[in-house]
Every structure is written in C-alpha cells, then in structure tokens.
T-cell receptor, first 110, second 115 residues
Framework: GDSVTQMEGPVTLSEEAFLTINCTYT??????LFWYVQYPGEGLQLLLK?????DKGSNKGFEATYRKETTSFHLEKGSVQVSDSAVYFC?????????FGKGTRLSVIA | DGGITQSPKYLFRKEGQNVTLSCEQN?????MYWYRQDPGQGLRLIYY???????QKGDIAEGYSVSREKKESFPLTVTSAQKNPTAFYLC??????????????FGEGSRLTVL
C-alpha cells in the first residue's frame, strides 16, 4: 500500500542553519504530497503541499519540491529559527485518510 | 472562529474504566478522524467517519469505539479492553472523506494517562 518514509530524528541545528528533512514515498500514481507541523503541546497543522509532479510547495520560508523521478518530497529551509522547533510530518492520501510518516523532531538552539 | 475542539485536554483514568473523549467541529466538514500518537511512532488511525451514522475502523481500532450521530461531533470511547491506552489522541476533520485535497484540520489533542 501507499507509504511515506522520512528521516529519523531528532535533528538539532543552530539558529540560521540550513535544514533538510528527507521524505520518500511509495504510491500508485501521483498523489498530492503534504508536510504538516506540530508545535509542542498542539495538534498538527498543514505547512505546505504540492498537488502534482514538479510542483513546489512553500510557506513560512519552508519549501518542498515534488520529484517523481526520485519519489521524494524533501522539506528545506534556508535559515531556521528557534520558533521552528517542532515535529514535522510528511504525508500522502492513501486508500483511507492521510498516511503519515513517523515524524522528525527538530530542535533549533540559539 | 471555525475549528475543532477537543476535550478534555488532559485526562487521568484508572485501569478498567471507560473514558470518552469529545471532538466537535464547526467547519461543516463531512469527514472526521481519530488518531493516536505515541512517541517515536507517528500517527496511527483509530477510526474515521465519512458521513453521519457511518464509520470505519482504522489500523488500531481494537479497544476503541466511536459514534457519529451528528455531523459536528465524533466522540471516541477508550474502553477497558484497550491494553495500553496512555497516549495523545488527535481528532481531525476534512471537507471530503475520499482523500480529496488531503488537507486535514486538527484539534489541539487530548492526553490520556492511565494510572
């Protein structure tokens, strides 16, 4: 069935460092792809999405490009801030509701 | 403001007791979902409902029950049959139950601790 695999954490970075969180997927066809973010003690919220191959989703300085050749949707940010500390989830629609990766915890230190 | 409200935020339960978690949405969404979150395991789907009076089991439905009598409400009961109920529970909703755009809207979560 459809699945996503994202890099294990935790990831610890200094403020203003470059961030990459890898996500690869297995799916039939070319589904939409999503990144969700969960701040401490809260529910998840949609960070960005891409609905077709080669699309780039972006929001709050984060970007991810839907690459069908490598079945990937890696999350990037050029300069992280302490406020970006959260857990990030890659997801795609499966036969049932969204299939989520296991999440990657990011900690940014000043 | 439109959104999803989960209550209670924190709940403590003795072993052998049933407990019901509330989830209410005013987004006029057709579909609602319950996920369980454990450290290092991501989100696992418990139950979902695409329409009133209908619901389907997710990946880990054993020990849980739900009802969908109203479009706005999707309560989850954690029964005594659930062997390890201590977890963070997340309710979500979406416009379409068929995957659709894929965007889920989440509540703030309920943390259940079994003593």
């Amino acid at each position: 069935g459809d699945s996503v695999t994202q890099m294990e954490g935790p990831v610890t970075l200094s403020e203003e460092a470059f961030l990459t969180i890898n996500c690869t997927y297995t799916a039939t066809g070319y589904p939409s792809l999503f990144w969700y973010v969960q701040y401490p003690g809260e529910g998840l919220q949609l960070l960005l999405k891409a609905t077709k191959a080669d699309d780039k989703g972006s929001n709050k300085g984060f970007e991810a490009t839907y690459r069908k050749e490598t079945t990937s949707f890696h999350l990037e940010k050029g300069s992280v801030q302490v406020s970006d500390s959260a857990v990030y989830f890659c997801a795609l629609p499966g036969n049932t509701p969204l299939v989520f990766g296991k999440g990657t915890r990011l900690s940014v230190i000043a | 403001d439109g959104g999803i409200t989960q209550s209670p935020k924190y709940l403590f339960r003795k072993e052998g007791q049933n407990v019901t978690l509330s989830c209410e949405q005013n987004l006029n969404h057709d579909a609602m979902y319950w996920y369980r979150q454990d450290p290092g395991q991501g989100l696992r789907l418990i139950y979902y409902s695409q329409i009133v009076n209908d619901f389907q089991k997710g990946d880990i439905a054993e020990g849980y029950s739900v009802s969908r009598e109203k479009k706005e409400s999707f309560p989850l009961t954690v029964t005594s049959a659930q062997k390890n109920p201590t977890a963070f529970y997340l309710c979500a909703s979406s416009i379409s139950g068929a995957g659709g755009t894929g965007e889920l809207f989440f509540g703030e979560g309920s943390r259940l601790t079994v003593l």
